[in-house]
């Protein structure tokens, strides 16, 4: 048996489009392996092609070629056994709305073949906080708790890989850590969990190993704190002499971020950038410096550099 619960190789999709868009090339050729009783982060901006990526492996889009195997089942040669390994929390809010959380729930364990005796509908309506709107029309919950729905839905045929394309957005922060907390609870029953999420702060905090996706391709992939040393990312932050108040000076590849105490905080890569570089532009800008000190950098400096700066580089 493998030990990997996920593995894709040279994944492609291409979205035929309309004749005024034409097609897309969504992925390019993607290879990722998921290790079994993970936690793993696919992380990238906005169209980057982690949904389509996710809805590869839960069966909702037709990749273009390539090979996906879930819980060593091949997708193309084993489709119902694969599809019986993974649950799936997609990213839009489709839920039925004339269906309450009890129906929709018995719903979906009828559509995966789950006896009767075998489901878990109220621990499952229990387990996302909403026993007190299990009768209630998915149409009157609020957004938050139609997340938690959608969750609990992929839940029902209790597969051993779990997917969750966003699960926090649109969700308050004490229900965000909330459901975190369950994931984890999740992850610590066995559950190999995949999740995006544009929150880099909870992916460094909750995932062992982070895949970033960047315009179809994976730009880098690792267990989270070697990702975020091994990048050669640094930060210098700059208190200035005097308040900089007008335009930030300018690099390219180099980010700059003005906080709240008045300090100038620069990300670069040590491949592309020295910390003389940084303390250049700065001294062109005019700026004298009252203090200055290095940083380590966090998942959301890594990330940045990691799709801004090669989308800049020649
Ligand atoms: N059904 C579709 N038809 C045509 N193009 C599509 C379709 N779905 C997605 N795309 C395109 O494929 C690319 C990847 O989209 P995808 O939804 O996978 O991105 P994403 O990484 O999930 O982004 P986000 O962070 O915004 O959710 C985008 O350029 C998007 O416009
Ligand atoms: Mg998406």
Redesign the pocket.
Known sequence: MTENAIEIRALR?T????AK?GP?E??KSVDLDIPKGSIFGLL????????????IMAGL?NKTSGTVRIWGFDQDSSPRQSRLSIGVVP?ELNLDAFFTPRQSLNAQAGLYGVPRRQRRTDEILQAIGLTDKADAYSRTLSGGMRRRLLLGKALVHDAPVLVL??PTAGVDIELRQMLWAYIRELNAQGKTIIL?T?YLEEAEQMCDRIAI?DK?RIVAEDDTDNLIAGTGAKTLVIHPAQPVTGDLPELRGVTVERRTNGALAFGYLKSRHSAQDILDLIRKAGISIANLEAEEPTLEEVFLQLTSARAEAP
């Not at 979205?15 to 309309?18: D, E, I, L, R």
């Not at 990238?44 to 809805?55: D, F, Q, V």
């Open positions: 999709k979205y035929a489009g309309s868009s897309k969504a992925l990238g901006p906005n169209g980057a092609g982690k949904s389509t990526l996710i809805n889009v990213q394309d966003e995006t544009h996706i179809g």
